[in-house]
């Protein structure tokens, strides 16, 4: 069953012109996954990551600061559309400050960061299929951020969705672009090489990348993190955060004690009874902020040393084909993780980061407090908190951007004097809204309701 299961995949990958080394990568995942592979972990096997370097410890050097950056690439992985949100467009695109998006953001944190320290510094995205023309169309907007001889982008690869009762690729006749996913952010290193982008990085002389997700706007060019970096020698290094308690989720570093190899451990590979361990701060103090560091010549020399594929772990996402209908056919999508590197690449570094550097928007909750007042823009398009992040619950009529903005297209209320924020109900807020302490606004039926301009929110609700 799992042969010609195998033999429909990768017959159909060739029809689509997907890349050799890309089918290569496939067909390796999926032999790990009729082996019975699932990619969990189990706790009893690792210990937690303790006393690493720290960013809040490194000393300037301006001189390293510029000539590390000199030679760095900025890779933002842009494939994504927003689903969950209810988004159909690249989600780098929606408007998450005074009107400006995601890349607008992103495109003048890079040219500020080149008039800093003199840096080519380009910005290179990678696109899946579904996000490339859009993004690109909106980047033109900013003429300067081109560098001679540089792609602005290279494309994801993309994979067949497999059908999980026979492991055969899935047919949907009512939208066959779901039969396809992309194989998780881990095809970076398949993608940079069969894009030839990561020769052409490298005959332009960039060495280093700093790499990051779109939706991450703390991720901004860092000199002092990437003067440590090029000074470690390592090939890879990681960025991590330390917990707090509403840190409840996400990827983890941790150390596998059968060799002391650092792994990586996503939230997909945690058995789930596992998972209040996994992410109990006290247990594991640090979670994965998504953001690496590459050496660019390491890293073409281990694909070579692995004849371009890299040996990273299954991670099975079971889904349905089609994700806004959860009666669809159920599906096993075979993904790798870009940090799972860490597995492979002896020399591997990690560094605790600030917490401005993780500042992701997965969910309307996160979009409100990065449009609110408890952050501020600067100059440079950095955003700044100007208090601890009050902690932000909206229900389900908040969840889609488009009941999001039905309901707070006039203004997120203030933050600034708030410890949480908890809406419960249709409520749709008018200009000049207040949160003070921790906030509930709760509504005893599920009828329409408005909280006027100039209202306090409280804990005991409007005053």
Request: proline fraction near 6%.
């Amino acid at each position: 069953m799992s042969d010609h299961g195998l033999d429909l995949a990768t017959a159909r990958m060739r029809d689509a012109e997907v890349p050799d080394l890309a089918i290569a990568t496939f067909a390796r995942l999926y032999r790990q996954l009729e082996s019975g592979a699932t990619g969990l972990i189990r706790e009893a096997d690792v210990e937690p990551l303790r006393d690493i370097d720290r960013q809040a410890d490194l000393a300037a050097d301006p001189e390293a600061e510029s000539a590390a950056l000199a030679q760095t690439v900025v890779i933002k992985l842009n494939g994504g559309l927003g689903t969950s949100m209810g988004l159909e467009a690249a989600k780098s695109l929606l408007p998450v400050r005074d009107g400006a998006t995601f890349l607008d953001l992103i495109a003048r944190q890079v040219l500020a960061a080149r008039e800093q320290h003199g840096a080519r510094l380009p910005l290179v995205l990678m696109n899946s299929f579904r996000t490339r023309e859009d993004s690109l169309a909106a980047l033109a907007a900013y003429p300067d951020l081109a560098v001679d001889g540089v792609p602005a982008d290279f494309v994801q690869n993309r994979e067949p969705k497999l059908v999980a009762d026979t492991l055969e690729p899935v047919t949907w006749e009512k939208d066959p672009s779901l039969e396809w996913c992309p194989p998780g952010h881990g095809d970076i290193y398949t993608a940079l090489q069969t894009s030839g982008v990561l020769d052409t990085l490298l005959e332009q002389g960039f060495r280093y990348a700093t790499v990051s997700n779109a939706d991450n706007l703390g991720a901004v060019p860092d000199a002092a993190i990437a003067a440590w970096f090029a000074g470690s020698g390592a090939p890879y290094a990681a960025e991590l955060v330390a917990k707090s308690d509403a840190d409840v989720k996400g990827g983890q570093l941790v150390v596998r004690k059968a060799d002391g190899q650092i792994i990586q451990r996503e939230t997909a590979q945690t058995y789930p009874e596992e998972l209040e361990v996994a992410n109990d701060r006290h247990v594991h103090p640090y979670f994965h902020a998504n953001n690496l560091w590459f050496d660019l010549v390491q890293v073409k020399a281990l694909l070579a040393e692995h004849d371009g594929v890299m040996p990273l772990p299954l991670i099975r996402n079971l889904k349905t084909v089609d994700p806004s209908d959860k009666t669809s056919t159920k599906v096993v999508q075979l993904e790798t993780a870009m940090g799972a590197a860490v597995n492979v690449f002896p020399g591997a570094k990690v560094i605790e980061v600030e917490r401005a550097r993780f500042l992701p928007v997965k969910t309307t909750n996160d979009l409100l407090l990065l449009r609110s007042d408890a952050y501020e823009l600067t100059d440079a398009s950095h955003l700044v908190a100007r208090r601890p992040a009050p902690l932000i619950s909206l229900d389900d009529h908040y969840k889609l951007i488009a009941d999001f903005e039905a309901r707070l297209g006039d203004g997120v209320p203030s933050i600034l004097e708030a410890d949480s924020l908890t809406v419960r109900g249709d409520w749709t807020f008018e200009e000049g809204v207040r949160a003070v302490g921790d906030a509930v606004l709760a509504a005893d039926d599920d009828a329409p309701h408005t909280v006027p301009s100039g209202s306090t929110i409280t804990a005991d609700g409007l005053a």
